[in-house]
């Protein structure tokens, strides 16, 4: 079965960290380009971060460089997104993503979405 199966959010306070983990089944991550995007209450899906096919670049959204790190373990075909000095404003549902898009911080191309995992980061 192909599925991204996520894990790792929940509450936190404001400077805090936390770590999700997308892990792959049915597909080798190594394969694709690789992004997580997060939805806040009433707002659209934004890209947070990403690594390209191309030379697997990184790629992050302004409000997050320095904070967040993505990475990916090809050996556990997993998916990781490092977070901290988190802040109020990051409270939002994150989903890890792979595929083949044009720009992998925009969410059109991706193939294969995970079932996504809350944050919620407050005091």
């Known amino acids: 079965q192909v599925q991204l199966v996520e894990s790792g959010g929940g509450l936190v306070q404001p400077g805090g960290s936390l770590r999700l983990s997308c892990a792959a089944s049915?597909?080798?991550?190594?394969?694709?380009?690789i992004g997580w995007f997060r939805q806040a209450p009433g707002k659209e899906r934004e890209g947070v971060s990403c690594i390209s096919t191309s030379y697997s670049s990184t790629f992050y959204a302004d409000s997050v460089k320095g904070r967040f790190t993505i990475s990916r373990d090809n050996a556990k075909n997993t998916m990781y997104l490092q977070m901290n000095s988190l802040k109020p404003e990051d409270t939002a549902v994150y989903y890890c993503?792979?595929?083949?898009?044009?720009?992998?911080?925009?969410?059109?191309?991706?193939?294969?979405w995970g079932q996504g995992t809350q944050v919620a980061v407050s005091s």
């Open positions: 993503a792979a595929g083949w898009p044009t720009l992998c911080l925009l969410q059109y191309g991706y193939g294969y």
């Open positions: 049915g597909f080798t991550l190594d394969y694709y380009a």
